[in-house]
């Protein structure tokens, strides 16, 4: 009997994936590359397929962990659905494919579990890299038409259209949806991204690799009560070096976060990226966002 379209879907994410079962419980995650290896904690909605975003690093000799996090794609909730539970799963992860440490790359909804990991389990973890992190209580506001839009599958594949017959519409819709720059920036950084081969590839990737929202409703439901929910992170009790990379005008996840956690946590390398915004690979400063972060894993991670 052939495959439904929505099973071939699911089929193609789950043959990226492999599912470990750790001490804490079922953990699917993918693995690129050698050692040493970068955990890569995505943001919310995601999964093991957003690896993507680490690319750059594996072209520098890198390899990466990505784990499913809690409640998306074949992670179950249960394996962990606190921060702090989610953290201590990830070490379990380590402990099946016996990793001995990792340097930790945390990205926006992402940031509370590498945050977590990094101060529960000192002893795993060579260097920290916050990016557009979620460092204190979130709560973004997710309307029932926003919800019923994620829901949809005729939204994901309107804006795939968009993106190949009127990519300068959709492009620019997001910039605003995503960024708090004025209309000249907005103008000029959806310009910049429709020009830059690079750019157009990876939101291409991100918008491919989008899996029905089904897949992740569990775990984005959970995050969002989470965030809402944080009084304070446990960020002193982090000793590895870190690096925060944060946009100055980020409409999801404010500066405001990058500061704090730049403050609580000691040493910690605060990069500022003027008019960066929530996708800081597609905005002002891409390349030397990049540069950096590439030099501080050179520096601490092990190569």
């Not at 919310?44 to 957003?50: A, D, I, K, M, R």
């Not at 009127?166 to 605003?176: A, C, F, I, R």
């Not at 899996?211 to 009084?231: H, K, W």
């Amino acid at each position: 009997m052939a495959m439904s379209k929505r099973d071939r879907v699911i089929a193609e994410i789950d043959s990226g994936g492999e599912i470990a079962e750790t001490a804490r419980g079922p953990v699917e995650f993918q693995r690129r590359g050698e050692p040493p290896y970068i955990l890569v904690l995505h943001g919310t909605p995601g999964g093991h397929n957003q690896s993507f975003f680490a690319e750059d690093f594996e072209r520098e000799g890198f390899g990466t962990i990505t784990p499913s996090r809690p409640g998306y794609l074949r992670t179950p909730l249960e394996t962990g659905p606190g921060f702090d539970a989610a953290a201590d799963a990830c070490a379990a992860l380590l402990d099946t494919l016996d990793i001995e440490r990792v340097a930790g790359y945390a990205v926006s909804g992402g940031g509370p579990t590498g945050i977590e990991f990094a101060a529960r389990h000192p002893d795993r973890i060579n260097a920290l890299i916050l990016e557009v992190a979620v460092s204190g209580t979130y709560k973004p506001e997710v309307s029932a038409a926003a919800m019923a839009m994620m829901s949809n599958p005729f939204v994901s594949w309107l804006q795939r259209l968009l993106l190949a017959r009127l990519p300068k519409v959709m492009v620019s819709q997001m910039v605003k949806m995503e960024s708090t720059l004025s209309a000249e920036d907005r103008a000029r950084v959806t310009q910049d991204i429709l020009t830059n081969r690079d750019k157009v590839e990876l939101l291409r990737q991100l918008m491919n690799n989008m899996p029905r929202f089904d897949l992740l409703r569990s775990g984005f439901a959970n995050d969002l009560s989470r965030f809402a929910a944080i009084e304070r992170l446990p960020m002193e009790a982090i000793t590895c070096p870190t690096l925060v990379s944060h946009g100055t005008h980020d409409d999801d996840v404010p500066f405001a976060h990058g500061e704090t956690s730049a403050r609580e946590i000691v040493g910690a390398q605060l990069h500022r990226v003027e008019k960066g915004w929530h996708l800081l690979a597609l905005g002002d400063g891409a390349d030397e966002v990049r540069r950096v972060q590439i030099e501080f894993l050179r520096k601490h991670a092990g190569t």
